[in-house]
Protein backbone atom coordinates (compact mmCIF):
# COMPACT_ATOMS: atom_id res chain seq x y z
CA UNK A 1 0.00 0.00 0.00
CA UNK A 2 1.31 3.30 -1.34
CA UNK A 3 1.48 6.16 1.49
CA UNK A 4 3.28 9.83 2.21
CA UNK A 5 3.58 11.15 5.18
CA UNK A 6 4.67 14.63 5.91
CA UNK A 7 6.31 15.73 8.40
CA UNK A 8 8.01 19.00 10.03
CA UNK A 9 4.95 21.63 9.74
CA UNK A 10 4.88 23.82 12.95
CA UNK A 11 3.79 27.52 14.20
CA UNK A 12 7.53 29.76 13.55
CA UNK A 13 7.71 33.32 12.80
CA UNK A 14 7.87 35.50 10.13
CA UNK A 15 11.65 35.64 8.81
CA UNK A 16 11.99 31.97 9.97
CA UNK A 17 12.67 28.73 8.32
CA UNK A 18 11.13 25.31 8.49
CA UNK A 19 12.03 21.77 6.80
CA UNK A 20 8.84 19.61 5.74
CA UNK A 21 9.57 16.17 4.94
CA UNK A 22 7.95 13.45 2.82
CA UNK A 23 8.31 9.59 3.05
CA UNK A 24 7.19 7.64 0.84
CA UNK A 25 6.15 4.02 1.56
CA UNK A 26 5.79 1.62 -1.70
CA UNK A 27 7.33 4.04 -4.23
CA UNK A 28 10.25 5.13 -5.82
CA UNK A 29 11.05 8.62 -5.45
CA UNK A 30 13.54 8.94 -8.22
CA UNK A 31 10.81 7.16 -10.61
CA UNK A 32 8.31 9.87 -9.36
CA UNK A 33 7.23 13.47 -10.37
CA UNK A 34 7.54 15.15 -6.65
CA UNK A 35 5.41 17.83 -5.87
CA UNK A 36 4.86 20.05 -2.55
CA UNK A 37 1.17 22.01 -2.90
CA UNK A 38 0.07 24.15 -0.22
CA UNK A 39 -3.94 25.11 0.42
CA UNK A 40 -4.39 28.22 2.63
CA UNK A 41 -7.88 28.68 4.27
CA UNK A 42 -10.52 29.54 1.86
CA UNK A 43 -8.03 29.19 -1.24
CA UNK A 44 -7.38 26.58 -3.88
CA UNK A 45 -4.45 24.09 -3.57
CA UNK A 46 -1.31 25.61 -5.39
CA UNK A 47 1.63 23.93 -6.55
CA UNK A 48 5.06 25.08 -4.98
CA UNK A 49 7.80 23.16 -6.20
CA UNK A 50 8.47 20.12 -8.31
CA UNK A 51 11.33 17.70 -8.59
CA UNK A 52 11.23 15.97 -11.60
CA UNK A 53 12.30 12.35 -11.80
CA UNK A 54 15.78 13.55 -13.88
CA UNK A 55 16.08 15.87 -10.80
CA UNK A 56 14.84 19.18 -12.67
CA UNK A 57 13.34 21.66 -9.79
CA UNK A 58 10.66 23.90 -10.57
CA UNK A 59 9.22 26.94 -8.21
CA UNK A 60 5.78 29.23 -7.60
CA UNK A 61 7.20 32.45 -8.55
CA UNK A 62 5.80 33.19 -4.42
CA UNK A 63 8.36 31.20 -3.54
CA UNK A 64 11.49 31.38 -5.72
CA UNK A 65 14.73 31.94 -3.53
CA UNK A 66 13.40 30.92 -0.61
CA UNK A 67 12.11 27.39 -0.68
CA UNK A 68 14.32 24.66 -2.09
CA UNK A 69 12.84 21.20 -2.73
CA UNK A 70 15.54 17.82 -2.82
CA UNK A 71 15.49 14.34 -2.67
CA UNK A 72 17.21 11.22 -0.68
CA UNK A 73 17.17 8.41 -3.47
CA UNK A 74 18.18 6.29 -0.52
CA UNK A 75 15.61 7.08 2.09
CA UNK A 76 12.77 7.72 -0.70
CA UNK A 77 12.17 10.90 1.25
CA UNK A 78 11.82 14.47 -0.39
CA UNK A 79 12.25 17.57 1.71
CA UNK A 80 11.05 20.82 1.36
CA UNK A 81 13.42 23.88 2.87
CA UNK A 82 11.46 26.60 3.45
CA UNK A 83 13.50 29.99 4.47
CA UNK A 84 12.37 33.61 5.36
CA UNK A 85 9.18 32.35 5.81
CA UNK A 86 6.01 35.10 5.71
CA UNK A 87 3.00 34.85 6.83
CA UNK A 88 1.28 34.46 3.43
CA UNK A 89 3.53 31.02 3.45
CA UNK A 90 0.84 30.01 6.10
CA UNK A 91 -0.99 26.82 4.42
CA UNK A 92 -1.41 23.06 5.04
CA UNK A 93 1.52 22.06 3.14
CA UNK A 94 0.59 18.45 0.84
CA UNK A 95 3.18 16.55 -0.56
CA UNK A 96 2.40 14.31 -3.89
CA UNK A 97 4.09 11.83 -5.83
CA UNK A 98 2.94 11.04 -9.84
CA UNK A 99 3.81 9.33 -12.75
CA UNK A 100 2.26 9.65 -15.85
CA UNK A 101 3.85 9.06 -18.94
CA UNK A 102 5.46 5.07 -18.02
CA UNK A 103 3.46 2.51 -16.28
CA UNK A 104 2.92 2.30 -13.68
CA UNK A 105 0.97 5.64 -14.12
CA UNK A 106 -0.26 6.35 -10.47
CA UNK A 107 -1.08 9.90 -8.65
CA UNK A 108 -0.70 9.70 -4.65
CA UNK A 109 -1.27 12.41 -2.01
CA UNK A 110 -0.15 12.47 1.83
CA UNK A 111 -2.74 14.32 4.52
CA UNK A 112 -0.62 17.48 4.85
CA UNK A 113 1.18 18.86 7.54
CA UNK A 114 0.34 22.92 8.85
CA UNK A 115 2.44 25.66 8.34
CA UNK A 116 1.45 28.43 10.17
CA UNK A 117 3.76 31.78 9.98
CA UNK A 118 3.26 34.53 12.47
CA UNK A 119 3.40 38.37 11.85
Known amino acids: QVQLVESGGALVESGGSLNLSCSAI????????MNWYRQAPGKERELVATIRSGGTQTYADSVKGRFTISRDNVKDTVSLQMNSLKPEDTAVYYC?????????????WGRGTQVTVSS
Open 26 to 33: GIVVSYST
Open 96 to 108: NANRVRLPPIYDY
